[in-house]
């Protein structure tokens, strides 16, 4: 395998839409980053240093209040641009939010200079910006529709479910981690996993969720809707 082959930021899907040059260009130019989980990337008031496409990893990007509050607004994976970083170069303005690395990172970070270059030169590369600016509004406003107008528990088990998906029915999670991905108190997370533990669809463990009825949480979901 060659060296190419093996550095994960060569094999992002966006780059392949690129123009060979414009690719080249930002290849060269741009810096390769690695950083360890658990990394605060940015925080409120930093300024931006340059355009992120992320390779591997994630970073979770969120909104804390002056009494610690948290509510995650999304999060940034394989192939995809963080749109406050893209706000923050385009307006010149300071980061809103904090961003926090979940899992390790490997990214391209595009300096400001060339970041403005390619978005005159390449049509290709303003619809990968555009692109992710779209579809992370869309789930911004998706974010807003459900924190001011669902139920906690309808968006509870709609959480539980989908990350059980991908955990074999036990989630290793703590109620104030859900409680931040709701916006919402840890006691109201807590108090509403207990009576989804009284009618028998989890059952709780010690930083852990065991889901024993995934049919009976996404009919909440669903019958909400």
């Known amino acids: 395998m060659d060296e190419q082959s093996r550095d994960p930021v060569t094999q992002i899907p966006a780059l392949a839409a690129l123009e060979p040059e414009i690719r080249g260009s930002l290849l060269d130019a741009a810096r390769r980053i690695r950083i360890p989980a658990g990394s605060v990337l940015f925080r409120p008031g ?3 240093s340059g355009w992120m496409l992320v390779a591997r990893g994630t ?28 706000c923050c170069l385009m307006a010149g303005n300071r980061y809103e939010a904090e961003g926090v690395v979940e899992a390790e990172l490997h990214a391209l970070l595009v300096p400001r200079a060339l970041f403005e270059e390619l978005l005159d030169r390449s049509r290709a590369f303003r619809r ?3 692109n992710s600016f779209a579809v992370r509004l869309a789930d911004l406003l998706g974010l807003v529709s459900q924190v001011a107008f669902a139920r906690v528990d309808v968006r509870l088990a709609a959480v539980i479910v989908d990350r059980g998906r ?7 999670v703590r109620h104030q981690d859900l409680a931040v991905e709701l916006g919402t108190a840890r006691e109201v997370v807590s108090r509403q996993l207990k009576e989804f533990e009284r009618r028998g669809w989890v059952r709780l463990r010690r930083c852990a969720i065991e889901i024993l009825d995934a049919a009976a949480l996404s009919e909440l979901t669903a019958r909400a809707r």
């Open 166 to 172: 991908c955990s074999d029915g036990l989630l290793e």
């Open 46 to 48: 930093d300024r931006c």
């Open 128 to 130: 990968i910006v555009f």
């Open 59 to 86: 970073v979770r990007v969120q909104l804390v209040d002056a009494e610690g509050h948290e509510i995650v607004l999304y999060r940034v994976g394989r192939g995809e641009s963080c749109i406050l970083t893209t």
